[in-house]
């Protein structure tokens, strides 16, 4: 089960911090990633950290989103500054199988999401 919390409503510049719980999951054996979906669009990727600990990124969320792992607690962070308009979304997350392509496969069902809208 993956449940993702922490959205709210945000003025554009703001910043907002999610977390995301993922009990069964051992963050040393999987990437893990934060994807996001827009009304009416696919849900992309934003940010993860493979098993080794190397963090990636979107272009979009370079210099604005910081993705980072507790590996005792299982759980992902994703702090977001910055936040404009188009970053409104519905946040989740999961394992994906790579980092290479926007919407990459993920190894589990899909958990709640946290809303995320930035007012302009």
């Known amino acids: 089960q993956l449940q993702a919390s922490g959205g709210g409503l945000v003025q554009a510049g703001g910043s907002l911090r999610l977390s995301c719980a993922a009990p069964?999951?051992?963050?040393?054996?999987?990437?893990m990633g934060w994807f996001r979906q827009a009304a009416g669009k696919q849900r992309e990727l934003v940010a993860g950290?493979?098993?080794?600990?190397?963090?990636h990124y979107r272009d979009f969320a370079k210099g604005r989103f910081t993705v980072s792992r507790d590996i005792a607690k299982s759980t992902l962070t994703l702090q977001m500054d910055s936040l404009n308009a188009e970053d409104t979304a519905v946040y989740y997350c999961?394992?994906?199988?790579?980092?290479?392509?926007?919407?990459?496969?993920?190894?589990?069902?899909w958990g709640q999401g946290t809303q995320v809208t930035v007012s302009s």
């Open positions: 950290i493979n098993a080794s600990g190397y963090a």
């Open positions: 999961n394992s994906p199988y790579s980092f290479y392509v926007p919407s990459p496969g993920v190894r589990y069902s």
């Open positions: 069964a999951i051992n963050f040393r054996n999987y990437a």
